[in-house]
């Protein structure tokens, strides 16, 4: 049976979540990597090349998905919990010094956060003045002259703010990826599910910054017995595609 899997397809995470359950959504993913592994150890006598048998010491998982995008409640599944609404951003402006040397900034700054850099992009170490959170004084000698002016502020609507711990305890959660694709038998639109029962986070929330491309964070997580009765870790099914689903 052979079948060509076309695309990432979708990845949701169920985690618990104060007294209810949580999906977690990947819709965007950019690349999802489902691996399980097993290691055997080769039981041999005497000088016998092949051995007399075969036994499984180890079955590992993990599961790592970098997204195309940053949605949000991946940190949820960091153990983060509700976000929170208040934290100081750092932002930066191009501003023209006045005759007088005075920078008045856009947003009111927070008090010992200034950098100051002059049209030769050198930085202002000394010389002026930022203490009232609204203007950066003593810059006579850059007077009409425009500076880059970086400091952080608290005056950002709509912050959306998560706090990861010390002693935060980690998230178990189960994992299920879908992907769609055509059957060249019938031509009918086939599902592929894989449901991994129980995960942990393994290691960091990753994030890639390079110069020209998009940031494409990366969650990794291991595969952990569930404990369930039947012994199941995880399932793959297939199916056909309900026909009455609207998909556009």
């Not at 005759?99 to 927070?110: E, L, R």
């Not at 850099?117 to 050198?122: G, P, S, V």
Request: overall charge negative; glycine content about 10%; some cysteine.
């Amino acid at each position: 049976m052979q079948k060509i899997l076309r695309g990432v397809g979708t990845f949701r995470a169920k985690i618990p979540f104060g007294t209810s359950e949580l999906w977690v959504p990947f819709i965007t993913a950019k690349e999802i990597n489902l691996g399980i592994s097993a290691e055997d150890a080769r039981q041999t006598g005497g000088d016998r090349y092949f051995p007399l048998d075969i036994m499984t010491t180890s079955k590992t998982g993990t599961v790592r998905v970098t997204d195309a995008a940053l949605h949000l409640d991946i940190f949820k599944l960091l153990g983060t919990g509700d976000p929170g609404s208040t934290e100081n951003f750092q932002v930066k402006e191009i501003l023209t010094v006045s005759a007088g040397g005075v920078i008045t900034t856009g947003a009111s700054y927070v008090v010992g956060t200034v950098s100051l850099m002059d049209q030769y992009e050198n930085f202002v170490s000394s010389g002026y003045v930022a203490t009232d959170g609204a203007t950066i004084t003593g810059l006579s000698s850059y007077a009409t002259t425009k500076m880059a002016v970086i400091y952080e502020t608290a005056d950002v609507s709509d912050a959306v703010v998560y706090s990861i711990h010390v002693n935060d305890l980690p998230t178990y959660f189960e994992c299920v990826h879908v992907s769609r694709y055509r059957d060249p038998a019938d031509n009918s639109i086939k599902l592929f599910q894989t449901r991994i029962y129980s995960c942990r986070p393994k290691g960091n929330l990753e994030y890639s910054y390079r110069h020209g491309e998009f940031s494409a964070p990366s969650f990794e997580a291991e595969v952990l017995d569930p404990g369930r009765v039947d012994g199941a870790v995880l399932t793959y099914a297939f199916g056909t595609e309900p026909a009455g689903l609207t998909t556009s």
